[in-house]
């Protein structure tokens, strides 16, 4: 119940093209969802994030897609460019669970020229 | 500001040795939180430390452990290693670890055991 679901595990696209990374969650008591970016000999970083009161969240190229009654959500990056090219991880944590994050499995995004 | 720091960044142990890894977060958090990350489980939440209490814990047995001092740098050990702990032990830092509090990942220290 405590599981983050995240496909496709790799992901190719052209430079411009639209990435779509998926998740979902069966725990109900999930409350915050952020989206997580890592280069090769990095650590971890905040791309985007969402509380589930709202169905969708842009910054920028990145949009966040948010289906509370399915308990899915999504990544969107408009736009992609080569330097996107990185594992892309899905998260969520609870209220009481503060900084614990449960990731997904992780996306290896590969942008080509 | 500085990021958050890990040292070392490479270590190489032999089965049943013991290890300590360290975390400088960015001044100012109080809240530090460490995650395994291997190919086969991806990230995993070992533990969180915040005013130097351990507030969260996550599924490993207790050979993990970590401790947390009173200028919030924190240290873990794994004691009687195993070949299953070799992993990438990432350390993140935030302001309070409050639900919505931004994450600070460091680059992780790459522990191999042989």
Known sequence: QQQVKQSPQSLIVQKGGISIINCAYENTAFDYFPWYQQF????????????????????????????????QFSLHIMDSQ????ATYFCAASTETSGSRLTFGEGTQLTVNP | KAGVTQTPRYLIKTRGQQVTLSCSPISGHRSVSWYQQTPGQ?????F?????????????????SGR?????????NVSTLELGDSALYLCASSWRGGLTDTQYFGPGTRLTVL
Not at chain 1, 42 to 68: C, H, M, Q, Y
Not at chain 1, 82 to 85: A, F, T, Y
Not at chain 2, 48 to 64: A, I, V
């Open chain 2, 68 to 76: 947390q001092f009173s200028n919030s740098r924190s240290e873990m």
């Open chain 2, 48 to 64: 969180e430390y915040f005013s130097e209490t351990q507030r969260n814990k996550g599924n490993f047995p207790g050979r993990f």
């Open chain 2, 42 to 46: 991806g990230l995993q939440f070992l």
């Open chain 1, 82 to 85: 080569p330097g996107d090219s």
């Open chain 1, 40 to 71: 090769p000999g990095k650590g971890p970083a905040l791309l985007i994030a969402i509380r589930p009161d709202v169905s969708e969240k842009k910054e920028g190229r990145f949009t966040i897609s948010f289906n509370k009654s399915a308990k």
